[in-house]
């Protein structure tokens, strides 16, 4: 160091600074520490580098690969993140029973895709006809390891960009001039800033209350799967949806005795038409319950009881504070009591328990007075809150004990602009009244969502099919036997027929409830004929749903059907905010100016001449003010030489060549006797297979048996 010195001491001007040689030493030790710490493969520990991006998309379940579908297909600038090594990572361990109870119905007799699509509950939407679920599983409630394979294949084969083991650990917004974006940051603490946040990461914090004694409680989310463990064990489950359920299920040769208690009764699917409550094949324990072989049900409140535990060979009982242990040989039970009858309910977990601390010592016909050797959580998820910061943080929905955040009818955070909600986390806009909840509803709303991207980022507005009036009857009944979008989220999308005079336009599948933003969302306009809405909606009339009456086969009286059916709204204007709020309860729309229901059909096959296509074609007739009655192209010509103004039928059809069969000489012949409008009109082709199959249904092929004054 010296010499070095020196040397620099020879240059002219120079400053001669002697630095001792052990900071020198020190310096060096760090910058050969920091070079190896920067040279460790995957360690970006202090990596402040950023990732820029139209869309982010958080979290690779179901919901986020269906996204990234689209997003990839209108060739969007969009990553996917994904805390886990692969997509459907919540598959791998729930259900905790592995058994789905997703319906994957395969043999349905027909070979429509879409109609198909009703009665496949698992697969994700795309343009290829094979990426169906059922190339993994064809079993009718298949096994969860196999839904992470068909999202796998989903994404390797769409070519999706995922980027895997990306865990985001904070979300925080950016508010520049008014227009949020995001920044999202990873364990290595790297940022990805969007335009716009998509979060798919579903529900998986485990949802827990806090009462005396929850500390003894075992979770769903670690519980044994094993049978043998529960051998002549009494057990009290918390909870009555599907999981308590299959735990009971799994356990109910094994455990002596199997107790359920929650706030609420039970409430199975097939009564209340809502998938997520009680299913069918997780339903045994009401078998031996109702058949009285010691299993039951009991309601009560859970912030109120208190789980106090005794050791079998002690006479006092306490609570505790370990959870106990798994094995079988359990030298505990434990109790279920109130909390105000505990010596110290004021928070001191730690009294002693006596007789008089029990329930039975004041009732001795209290339901739950024997002890229990386990006593599982089973009350489902909540989504995880706490990585949205500032800006960016998520209000709870009113709904659902607030599990879920509150989202606009469009599936926008409340409060958080360009930050929008898919999958089940969403559910909070159709909870326990649709499927939104569920792979086969929300790959529908993920659909609808990105057209409302396209529209507000894009300009391009919600895709429409142009008809002639003439048309729309058949294209009604089209929809309404095979679409699957309407037929799953029931209630919350429909179709939306804008009015246009001579035509209209045709969307599909718009959330009904965010009408007063249609041209907002939709990019397209009202006109001063009005619009007609197409939902579907189960009945209001609470009927014994397996019981006698429970259906309605009199199409005369099709309002009072009970099972799912279709709905026809008209509107002259569109309905406001506060329409939307003062809408009749259990309605998904306002009250409109007419409404018609087609009644419910037991084959869910509406393609009736009598009851289904005739009362509806005469509804049409009212709103649209025309005759909308088919002909054959010799009643056509008929009504064209006696009638100065023909039926719309045939002027939007047979004058404009559809009655003619493909004969040039007589298309010509009445083109020259001024039976034809020299310009043809926008109506569907002939050939087109969809339209002509419905045409019959119109009534085309029956005009000379039908009272057409119905």
């Known amino acids: 160091m010296l010499s070095n010195a020196s040397h620099a001491g020879g240059y002219q001007g120079s400053v001669l600074v002697r630095v001792p040689m052990d900071q020198v030493l020190a310096f ?73 109870i997703s319906i994957n119905k395969i043999y349905t007799g027909r070979q429509n895709k879409e109609f198909n699509l009703r009665h496949d509950w698992n697969s994700l939407l795309s343009d290829r006809p094979d990426l169906l679920f ?35 650990g904070r979300v925080r917004a950016s508010d520049l001039a008014g227009n949020k974006s995001y920044i999202l940051t990873d364990q290595h603490g790297t940022d990805y800033k969007c335009r716009v946040l998509l979060v798919s990461t579903g529900l998986w914090v485990p949802e827990q209350v806090d009462f005396v004694g929850s500390d003894l409680v075992e979770g769903y989310e670690s519980v044994s799967t094993d049978p043998e463990e529960y051998k002549d064990q009494a057990v009290l489950i918390l909870g009555k949806g599907n999981s308590a359920f299959e735990t009971a299920q799994s356990i109910l040769g094994r455990a002596s005795r199997i107790h359920l208690y929650s706030p609420s009764p039970v409430r199975l699917a ?75 309910h004021d928070g001191n977990k730690g009294a002693n328990i006596t007789a008089e601390n029990l329930p039975g010592y004041h009732d001795d016909n209290f339901s739950l007075r024997q002890p229990y050797d386990r006593v599982i959580r089973c009350l489902g998820f909540r989504f995880n809150f706490t990585i949205f910061d500032g800006l960016a943080r998520l209000p709870h929905s009113t709904c659902a004990r607030g599990r879920l955040p509150a989202v606009t009818a469009w599936y926008e955070g409340r409060g958080t602009s360009n930050l929008f909600i898919l999958g089940t986390a969403a559910h909070s806009r159709d909870y326990r009244t649709s499927a939104g909840g569920f792979i086969h509803g929300f790959r529908y709303t993920v659909r609808a969502v990105h057209k409302v991207l396209e529209q507000r980022y894009h300009n391009n507005a919600w895709p429409a099919t142009r008809l002639s ?27 939306i027929i804008l009015l246009q005079g001579a035509h209209c336009e ?39 749903t397996l019981g006698p009456g429970r259906a309605e086969s009199e199409w005369t009286k099709a309002w009072k059907s009970n099972f799912l059916h279709p709905v026809i709204y008209y509107y002259p204007t569109l309905p406001t905010e506060k329409d939307m709020r003062q809408r009749p309860v259990g309605w998904p729309l306002p009250r409109p100016n007419a409404v018609h229901h087609m009644v419910e059909d037991f084959l869910t096959e509406w393609d009736q001449p009598i009851s289904h296509s005739q009362p509806l074609r005469r509804f049409l007739e009212y709103c649209l003010k025309t005759d909308l009655r088919a002909f054959y192209a010799e009643s056509c010509f008929r009504l064209s030489l006696t009638n100065h103004k023909p039926p719309l039928f045939c002027r939007q059809g047979y004058l404009n060549k559809e009655g ?51």
């Open 28 to 100: 060096l030790c760090l910058l050969s520490f920091i070079s190896l710490v920067l040279s460790v493969p995957g360690h970006h520990h202090g990596d402040n580098s950023t990732h820029h991006h139209d869309y982010c998309v958080l979290g690779a379940g179901p919901a986020g690969l269906q996204m990234g579908y689209f997003l990839s297909r209108s060739q969007r600038d969009y990553i996917i993140l994904e805390r886990n090594a692969g997509p459907g990572s919540f598959f791998e361990k729930y259900p905790r029973h592995r058994k789905l």
């Open 270 to 344: 097939w009564q209340t038409h809502y998938v997520g409550d009680l299913r069918a094949v997780n339903n045994e324990l009401l078998d031996t319950y109702q058949l009285k072989s010691l299993d039951g049900l009991v309601e009560g409140g859970l912030e109120d009881i208190a789980i106090v535990h005794r050791r079998r060979e002690e006479g006092k009982m306490k609570t505790g504070k370990k959870r106990p242990a798994t094995s079988s040989d359990r030298k505990e039970q434990f109790y279920l009591t109130l909390s105000e009858l505990l010596d110290g």
């Open 506 to 544: 045709y969307l599909e599948e718009f959330p009904v409830q965010a009408l007063p933003h249609f041209s907002a969302l939709s990019g397209r306009r009202i006109s001063e004929h009005g619009l007609l809405v197409v939902v579907m909606q189960y009945g209001l009339n609470h009927t014994n």
């Open 134 to 168: 059922q190339r993994v599983s064809r079993d009718l409630y298949p096994e969860a390891d196999t839904y992470p394979l068909y999202l796998s294949m989903f994404e390797s084969e769409l070519g999706l960009k995922v980027k895997y083991r990306t865990d985001v």
């Open 660 to 710: 003619f069969v493909g004969n040039s000489h007589l298309w010509q012949h009445a083109r020259e006797a001024g039976l034809m409008p020299a310009h043809q009109g926008s109506v569907i082709p002939a050939d087109d297979g969809l339209f002509s199959e419905y045409l019959p249904h119109a009534g085309a092929a029956v005009t000379s048996t039908i009272d057409f004054d119905l």
């Open 469 to 495: 009036t003439s048309q729309l009857l058949s294209w009604i009944l089209k929809r309404v036997n095979e679409a699957s979008g309407p037929y799953q989220m029931f209630g919350v999308l429909g179709d």
